[in-house]
């Protein structure tokens, strides 16, 4: 499967910045476009209620922008200009993929600072969360707030201690939509049940299609996952130099980054909020997308 866009420029606005095609309103009929910035090939989609600060996603291992669930993205654009993109090497993005989440988040410097924002928020899902920690502490001039969803800090509890079944499953060759209903979700009926409702959304999208992420890919993300997890943080001091405003989130039950790192995250940032949702795991945001996206539009708005 091939990218059918190719549109490398847009109009710029007032402040410098890329205008929001108002074409596009909702998530399902975004188009992808593409960057080029320090010799990467970015690719993103860029949708939503202008707004001079964005909110750019940071997606999950393996993940590319057709992971989002557009039921949460479309509410969240109706408040603000809402960019997806692939990172190095994923998916659609040119170049080879980096092995650390701090390499990564450089990269996102890049990509961020060619749509020619000096500013934008950000949402960093998963190993997409660690790698907003490091542009919280690497680029801080670059951040006004940050969301922190189903993700952990450096050294943090159980995150390469999950059950083998769990780390097989989620390092298949090919990955099967039905896999996300036992990696994301509660065994639960209800919690099921929204599962599936959210593939079933993710399968309403049909332009532009993305090719899955490379082995490569999937090998560099799963060192630096490791690492983070292996690497010690005493005290979690590096989290103690992170001053802006944070929102943690996760499920009440996360087997992919257990969720009492995402206490340990509130406990030790200066400035942050936490919300835990019920009968839940690490796909907590697309079993409740709409509260979720209403949580996030108060916690930026204020």
């Keep these: 499967l091939g ?34 910035s320090n010799g990467t090939r970015y690719a993103y989609r860029r949708f939503g209620k202008e707004s001079a600060v964005p909110l750019v996603l940071f997606q999950h291992f393996r ?9 949460l993205l479309n509410t969240l654009a109706q408040e603000r200009t809402v960019i997806a993109f692939d990172n190095k090497g994923v998916s659609s993005s040119s170049g080879t993929t980096p092995d650390s989440f701090k390499a990564m ?41 940050a969301v922190l969803a189903g993700t952990a800090p450096q050294g943090g509890e159980g ?9 097989a499953l989620a390092t298949r060759p090919s990955s099967e939509l039905e896999d996300f209903l036992t990696l994301f979700f509660e065994p639960s009926e209800s919690s099921q049940k929204l599962g599936r409702a959210f ?12 090719p899955a992420s490379s082995p490569q890919t999937m090998a560099a993300q799963g060192k630096a996952r490791r690492d983070w997890g292996a690497i010690p943080d005493p005290g979690f001091q590096r989290l103690k130099r992170i001053e802006h405003p944070v929102l943690v989130a996760n499920g009440s039950n996360d087997i992919m980054m257990p969720t009492i790192n995402s206490y340990i995250l ?13 009968d839940s795991g690490h796909g907590f945001l697309f079993q409740y997308p709409e509260l979720f996206a209403q949580h996030v539009s108060i916690f930026l708005n204020n």
């Design 159 to 167: 995150l390469n201690e999950r059950r083998p079944e769990i780390v």
């Design 266 to 278: 509130f406990q030790n940032l200066q400035n942050a909020q936490l919300a835990l949702y019920p």
């Design 199 to 210: 593939l079933d959304r993710r399968r309403q999208r049909a332009v532009d299609p993305e």
């Design 63 to 71: 993940g590319s922008m057709d992971n989002w669930d557009p039921a």
């Design 3 to 36: 990218i059918t866009s190719a549109c490398l420029s847009l109009p710029q606005d007032g402040s410098g910045t890329l205008s929001v095609n108002s074409s596009a309103r909702n998530y399902e009929l975004v188009r992808t476009q593409f960057i080029e």
């Design 105 to 145: 988040a450089d990269d996102a410097a890049e990509f961020i600072s060619g749509l020619g924002y000096k500013k934008v928020d950000i949402l960093g899902f998963s190993i997409g969360g660690a790698v907003a920690q490091e542009l919280l502490l690497n680029h801080p001039n670059l951040v006004r707030k």
